[in-house]
Structure formats: C-alpha cells, structure tokens
C-alpha cells in the first residue's frame, strides 16, 4: 500500500477461480464468483491501505487471460507481483503464473521479492541489448519512479551476439534520463547485468520486453529458472520495446 499510496494509484486486487462453464451450471459459477470477491474482502479488511482506493476483479479463467481482459478496460499501467522464492536453493524465479504474466502479456510489471520493505529506488540500473525504442510512451512507468524518488538511473547496452550497428543507436529520451551509459560485450544480457550489478549497486533493476529478447528461449514455457535468470532486487519489466 506504500507503493500505491507514494504514487497515488489506483489499486485492483484480483483473483481467478474455476467454475463448470455449461449453461445449466451458471448459478454454481455465479456462486462461486460471489465466494471469491467476499474472500478478497476480507483479505482487503485486514489491510491498512493507507488511504489507497483498492477495487475487486474476479475472472473464471486464467489469471494472465484475465489480466489481458481487464487491460482493455482500464490500461492498467502496472502489475505487481513476486518471484516464486528468494531461497536460492528454489529452482525457479518466477512460477509458472508469474511467469506467464511476464512472457505472454504486454504490460508493465514490478516484481517484488518476498519481505521487501518498501523504500524510494535510489539507484536504478536499465538493462538492454538494443537503444531502439518505438514508443517512447514505454519508458513511463520508468519516468514516473525516477521523477517521484529522484533516482539515478544507469544505462547498460549490452553486445550480444548478432547485435547490429542500428541497436547501438540509444534512443535520446532513455539517454536523458540517466547519468551515464555502460557498454558490455556478453553471451546474454544477464550475463551483462551480472557482470555489472555489483559496481552499479542498483536497489532496483529495470529490463525491456521482447518477443524474442530478454528472456530469450524462456518464451518456449512459462517458468523461469533461477540458473536463467535471478537477482535479489525489485525488477521493472517495460513493455515490449523494439518488435
């Protein structure tokens, strides 16, 4: 509620459920619904929220094909949600709900470890391999957090094999933001960002969607693993940026 409270947002809480779908059962799912928002009540009862206007959404489905679904409604500017485990003896980052939201939506997320308490970013690091950016509309949610908390935001264009000249063109409104620009060589951008996370110290670290980019092969299922990718910090995930 900080969060949402620092920002003046807008909170929906949302929950999924299973229900019979056949014309004959629409009481059991109206039902079943009716359970599920008194369930969020009370969750949202036990809450100090801090003066944050929290709101319920319900969806029979899936959580990610519900959030999809409720986007082209409110243009939702943010999705919050947390790794599977900050044990690093946990296989996976994000589980495959988690993961799903992340690979297959197209909507700005912030992924918050477990126990993060809640403090201003001071400390941003913006990793990509390509400065093309199509819509400079994408950096907002990484605007409004730098303006709000005064960040300083560091840039790192990471090489990647097949990079061409044109990636290393970065977009003058992502440079504007930040106090400087580091360039690395890497297999992966996660490699980069785990070659520089320690000079850089960020207390949050900000990565770009693409269909085929940061998380690369991990679009082929909805988990992903924390040998593929895993940090101890808050990530800012932006929309899909050059595709």
Not at 204 to 233: A, D, Y
């Amino acid at each position: 509620m900080d969060f949402a409270a620092d920002f003046g947002a807008k909170v929906f809480l949302m929950d999924v459920f299973s229900a019979p779908g056949s014309a004959g059962l629409r009481n059991v799912s109206a039902t079943v619904n009716q359970n599920t928002k008194e369930q969020l009540k009370e969750i949202i009862a036990k809450v100090d929220q801090k003066g944050v206007e929290i709101n319920l959404a319900t969806y029979q489905g899936d959580l990610a094909d519900g959030l999809i679904e409720l986007n082209r409604t409110l243009e939702i500017d943010l999705v919050i949600l947390r790794p599977q485990s900050n044990d690093i003896q946990e296989e996976l980052y994000l589980g495959t709900t988690s993961g799903k939201i992340i690979k297959q939506t197209n909507i700005s997320a912030l992924i918050v470890p477990v126990g993060t308490v809640y403090k201003p970013f001071s400390s941003i690091l913006t990793a990509f391999k390509s400065g093309i950016i199509k819509r400079n509309t994408i950096l907002n949610p990484l605007i409004e957090i730098m303006n709000k908390h005064r960040s300083k935001v560091n840039l790192l264009l990471v090489k990647t094999p097949g990079y061409t000249e044109e990636d290393l063109q970065v977009n003058t409104s992502l440079l504007d933001l930040s106090e400087g620009l580091q360039i690395s060589e890497n297999a992966t951008t996660y490699q980069g960002v785990l070659e520089h996370f320690k000079d850089n110290e960020p207390d949050l670290l900000c990565v770009f969607r693409r269909k085929r980019g940061f998380f690369k092969k991990l679009w082929e299922k909805n988990t992903i693993g924390k040998e593929e990718f895993f940090v101890p910090i808050p990530v800012l995930v932006l929309r899909v940026n050059k595709y």
